[in-house]
Each structure stands twice: as structure tokens, then as C-alpha cells.
């Protein structure tokens, strides 16, 4: 590919989502069980991906609503694909 497109949150704040869907629906997966350790480790390989691969990695801040979250993906994407 030649863009990725990586939602980066903290492994403490995805927990802590995980925690609240698993609460209102009920559902979790098998990397919802997961310890904290693991996830950050994930989280540190998607960011070393994206240090090996400049220009091919885009890092949206996550932390913020989905709204708020999917705004900054279709303001990039409009962005990316006006230049190309």
C-alpha cells in the first residue's frame, strides 16, 4: 500500500474503552483480554513502522471522540488525495 493510516491512542485510554463497550454491549475479542504490556508493545511497533516507512504512515490522533476522530481521517484523506 501506499498510505497507512494508523489511530493511535494510548494503550491505558483503549483499555479503558474496551472496558466501557464490554460494559453497554457486552462484547469483547480476543485482544480485548489482553494485558496493558501487550498493548503497548503493539502500539510501539505500529510507531516503529511508521519511523522505517515517512511518507507512508499517517498518525491520527485518536484520543478524541469518533467524531472528532473520523473528521481528522476524511481531512487528511481529502488532502492526500487533492495532491496526488
Known amino acids: 500500500p501506499s498510505l497507512y493510516i494508523f489511530l493511535d491512542i494510548s494503550p491505558e485510554e483503549g483499555m479503558?474503552?474496551?472496558a466501557?463497550?464490554?460494559q453497554a454491549k457486552g462484547?469483547?475479542?480476543?485482544?480485548?483480554e489482553r494485558g496493558?504490556?501487550?498493548?503497548?508493545r503493539v502500539?510501539?511497533?505500529y510507531k516503529r513502522f511508521a519511523e522505517l516507512?515517512?511518507?507512508?504512515?499517517?498518525?491520527?490522533d485518536a484520543h478524541h471522540s469518533k467524531e472528532e476522530v473520523w473528521k481528522s481521517v476524511e481531512n487528511f484523506l481529502d488532502e492526500f488525495l487533492r495532491t496526488r
Open 53 to 60: 516507512h515517512p511518507g507512508q504512515v499517517r498518525m491520527i
Open 27 to 32: 462484547e469483547k475479542n480476543h485482544f480485548d
Open 43 to 45: 502500539r510501539d511497533g
Open 36 to 40: 496493558l504490556e501487550f498493548h503497548a
Open 16 to 18: 479503558r474503552r474496551v
Open 20 to 22: 466501557l463497550r464490554a
